[in-house]
Nanobody
Framework: QVQLVESGGGLVQAGGSLRLSCAAS????????MGWFRQAPGKEREFVAA????????YYADSVKGRFTISRDNAKNTVYLQMNSLKPEDTAVYYC???????????????????WGQGTQVTVSS
C-alpha cells in the first residue's frame, strides 16, 4: 500500500504561481512513477504531468507544457508540481497518483494508476 497526501492548493490570481506537494508513505516510493491529474466540476479527470521513478523522464499535457514542472525527491518521498502563469482554466481539484507501469505512453491514463491521494483544490481567479 502507498498513502498519498497532497498539499499546497489555494486561491491565486491569474498569472500567479503555486507549488503542490504530494507526500508518500508505505511501500517503496522510488519504485513508482508518479503523476498529477486534475478534475474540474462536471468534467472528467485529466492528465497533467508524470515523472519516472528516477526523475529522469517527465511528460506533460499540452495544456500545461512550459508552465508547469513536475519533480520528485525520493529521499523525502515527495513529488512536486510547480505551477506558473496560472490561468482560470487551471481551476480544479488536483490529485497525485502512483503507478507501477514502466511505459511512459500509459502514464496519461487514469486506470494505470494504483494509488491516489485525496486531492487539493486550486482556484485561479481572473
Amino acid at each position: 500500500q502507498v498513502q498519498l497526501v497532497e498539499s499546497g492548493g489555494g486561491l491565486v490570481q491569474a498569472g500567479g504561481s503555486l507549488r503542490l506537494s504530494c507526500a508518500a508513505s508505505g511501500r517503496t516510493f522510488s519504485s513508482y512513477a508518479m503523476g498529477w491529474f486534475r478534475q474540474a466540476p462536471g468534467k472528467e479527470r485529466e492528465f497533467v504531468a508524470a515523472i519516472s521513478w528516477s526523475g529522469g523522464s517527465a511528460y506533460y499535457a499540452d495544456s500545461v507544457k512550459g508552465r508547469f514542472t513536475i519533480s520528485r525527491d525520493n529521499a523525502k518521498n515527495t513529488v512536486y508540481l510547480q505551477m506558473n502563469s496560472l490561468k482560470p482554466e487551471d481551476t480544479a481539484v488536483y490529485y497525485c497518483a502512483a503507478t507501477s507501469s514502466i511505459l511512459l505512453r500509459l502514464w496519461v491514463s487514469v486506470p494505470e494508476y494504483d494509488y491516489w491521494g485525496q486531492g487539493t483544490q486550486v482556484t485561479v481567479s481572473s
